[in-house]
């Protein structure tokens, strides 16, 4: 079975500081992992992916996210945040090896950016 | 606009009644998915779609769920007999399914509020 751990409901940041939301996940195979951001009363919107190769990763809004297999994380990270970054993060993992196509969430952590 | 589209966006209904939830995905996306968000369950993965078929129903929570898509495009959720556990915000996500790797594309989603 594949699951998603995000330990923190909730990460405060001063306005310019480098933020970190945490993202552990388990499966029987090589993980697809995804982070999507959430915005008041609307859908997800897609950030960015790890499938293969570097295990660096950047994606929207300057966000980046570093897949560690030994560690088996994928924590999103952002050098400087905004006050505008404050929204609700979903980390999501999909093992291809299933064959299943669903993505698994995580509970989600809001981030709070103070100006 | 060229995303996913979802109506309609507030539904209220009373116990007992049925209720049809519709998504219309991005042109040219073969996979369709349906996922439930509620307060209490995080996201939850309901059913998958690839073309007409859904080789994968194994989230929908029981015999009053059922899904169809018609035309490889549109697609309807059916809650029948609606209950009060079944209030959440309903998303639909479309991908490119040729290779499994794609990322979904939610829309804004159907609150569904059951009185």
């Known amino acids: 079975a594949q699951s998603v751990a995000q330990p923190e409901d909730q990460v405060n940041v001063a306005e310019g500081n480098p933020l970190t939301v945490k993202c552990t996940y388990s499966v029987s195979g090589n993980p697809y992992l995804f982070w999507y951001v959430q915005y008041p009363n609307r859908g997800l919107q897609f950030l960015l992916k790890?499938?293969?190769?570097?295990?660096l990763v950047k994606g929207s809004y300057g966000f980046e996210a570093e897949f560690n297999k030994s560690q088996t994380s994928f924590h999103l990270k952002k050098p400087s945040a905004l006050v505008s970054d404050s929204a609700l993060y979903f980390c999501?993992?999909?093992?291809?090896?299933?064959?299943?196509?669903?993505?698994?969430f995580g509970s989600g952590t809001r981030l709070q950016v103070q100006p | 606009g060229a995303g996913v589209s979802q109506s309609p966006s507030n539904k209220v209904t009373e116990k007992g009644k049925d209720v049809e939830l519709r998504c219309d995905p991005i042109s040219g996306h073969t996979a369709l998915y349906w996922y439930r968000q509620s307060l209490g369950q995080g996201l939850e993965f309901l059913i998958y779609?690839?073309?007409?078929?859904?080789?994968?129903k194994s989230g929908l929570p029981s015999d009053r769920f059922s899904a169809e898509r018609t035309g490889g495009s549109v697609s309807t959720l059916t809650i029948q007999r609606t209950q009060q556990e079944d209030s959440a915000v309903y998303l639909c996500a479309s991908s490119l399914a040729a290779s499994g790797s794609g990322e979904q594309y939610f829309g804004p989603g159907t609150r569904l509020t059951v009185t």
């Open positions: 790890y499938i293969t190769g570097d295990n």
């Open positions: 779609f690839q073309g007409n078929s859904a080789p994968d």
């Open positions: 999501a993992v999909r093992d291809p090896s299933t064959g299943r196509r669903a993505l698994t």
